[in-house]
């Protein structure tokens, strides 16, 4: 979701001005909160002008013209007093949300390993290892391989999932993918609930179903898209979104000689930094922040394997899925531009489908809408894998609406899975 989350920024005096150091620190957010604001009145333009100044950080815009903003305690005052003035309605969500960073980072000191359970949220090398231990555990139906490497050397490790797996590679393909975005933790952990559900480990009641596609298609499966943000994001800065190579100079401001004056700024934006519409919405110039698309399209290590990977393969994917968090949402191409594509039928279809599954799981509501009706904005995985012509190409954001956001308790990550596996299986019966 569109958020910019500021770099901890020590200030030291040089010779060259001030400047930031070349390794950003450990974020404490002792002291934050987290607010729902109403954009009326006036509010939209007020909150723009904060987050370009990275006065706040905007969570989650939201549907119906409200956005939840992370405060920080020194803009507190004056951020409430300026809404105050602007007759803002505007509820506080959280009142110190280093509580729940805190409460995560001890949960997830508990941690076993070995033990792959659902019930936490766990590191890459865990996520990886759980793929590999189902390869050998069922190796006529899966099988890992790497589509690269990340900018830190992390491996962009994938499942493949089908009946009679290495005779699979003619089969049209449902390629799922999670954790694109760093923060959004639980996306990753669905997405490999997703995967031993294909394979039987979980949802005992649905096996016949998925036997029989797993007879017709082939399942590719990223469960962690941004695996060196989501470390950072564990160890360093709960909200970190990018990814994690070094960027550009805050504001773009540097020396003659290439210095940055005011501080390196570190990743890019890895769902605005493909190749459709690129930089023209929802974006921002400044390489600091959260939703920079880079200077140009697939400037990043995990952007150039997907991309290579999808386009290389785009003629057999027939279902395309990228899993986000927060919001509940089913969103539809396209997000650059609010006329309905061609497909919108099509894809109304698939979204009510999907959302009526997960409403008749365990009540959640999910609204079936158009990426644009969000925001508009360009350079999105899923707006690029529809223009290469994968008509069901579509972005899941999961739960919840805003009281924990991306700190989603880990007790939410099986009904969470349960909902989805069900909406999971609704598109791939408008096929």
């Known amino acids: 979701m569109f958020s910019i989350v500021a770099l901890c920024l020590v200030l030291v005096t040089g010779n060259h001005g001030y400047h930031i150091p070349e390794v950003d620190e450990e974020v404490d957010y002792t002291g934050y909160r987290t607010i729902r604001v109403d954009l009326g009145e006036g509010a939209a333009a007020v909150v723009r002008e904060w987050v370009d100044s990275e006065r706040v950080d905007v969570l989650n815009e939201g549907v119906g013209q409200e956005a939840d903003l992370l405060v920080s305690p020194g803009e507190w005052e004056e951020v409430t007093a300026e809404l105050d003035i602007l007759g803002a309605h505007y509820e506080i969500l959280s009142e110190n949300i280093v509580e729940d960073v805190l409460q995560e980072r001890q949960q997830l000191l508990s941690v076993v390993p070995g033990v792959f359970d659902f019930k936490n949220y766990y590191a890459v090398k865990y996520m990886h290892a759980h793929l590999d231990a189902l390869a050998a555990k ?28 290495a005779q699979s590679g003619s089969k049209p393909i449902v390629w799922v993918a999670g954790g694109i975005h760093a923060r959004e933790w639980v996306s990753s952990a669905t997405v490999m609930y997703i995967v031993n559900a294909l394979l039987g480990e979980v949802e005992p009641s649905l096996q016949s179903q998925f036997s029989a596609l797993l007879d017709k298609y082939q399942f590719v499966i990223l469960p962690m898209s941004n695996p060196d943000g989501y470390e950072y994001s564990r160890t360093s800065n709960r909200f970190w979104r990018k990814t994690r190579r070094p960027s550009g100079c805050k504001y773009n401001y540097e020396t003659s000689d290439g210095r940055c004056i005011y501080g390196t700024c570190y990743g890019v934006d890895p769902n605005r930094n493909w190749d459709v519409d690129f930089g023209r919405q929802g974006v921002s110039r400044n390489p600091c922040s959260d939703i920079y698309p880079g200077k140009r399209p697939f400037t990043e290590s995990n952007t150039q394997a997907m991309s290579k990977w999808l386009a290389d393969n785009a003629r057999q994917i027939e279902l395309y899925l990228s899993f986000h968090s927060y919001s509940q949402l089913f969103l539809k191409p396209v997000g650059y531009d609010r006329n309905p594509p061609v497909d919108a039928a099509m894809h109304n279809a698939a979204g009510s489908a999907v959302v009526n599954a997960i409403a008749g799981t365990h009540g959640k509501i999910y609204k079936n809408i158009r990426s644009v009706e969000l925001y508009p904005t360009s350079g999105s995985s899923q707006d690029w894998m529809y223009s290469k012509g994968v008509k069901n190409a579509y972005t899941i954001e999961l739960r919840d609406t805003g009281r924990y956001g991306f700190q989603l308790p880990a007790s939410q990550i099986i009904p969470t899975g349960e909902e989805y596996v069900r909406g999971f299986l609704a598109p791939l019966a408008t096929l």
Do not use: C, H, N
């Open 138 to 165: 069922y190796p006529t139906k899966a099988e890992t391989f790497s589509l690269g490497k990340t900018y830190q050397g992390r491996d962009m490790k994938a499942i493949r999932v089908s009946t009679r797996v």
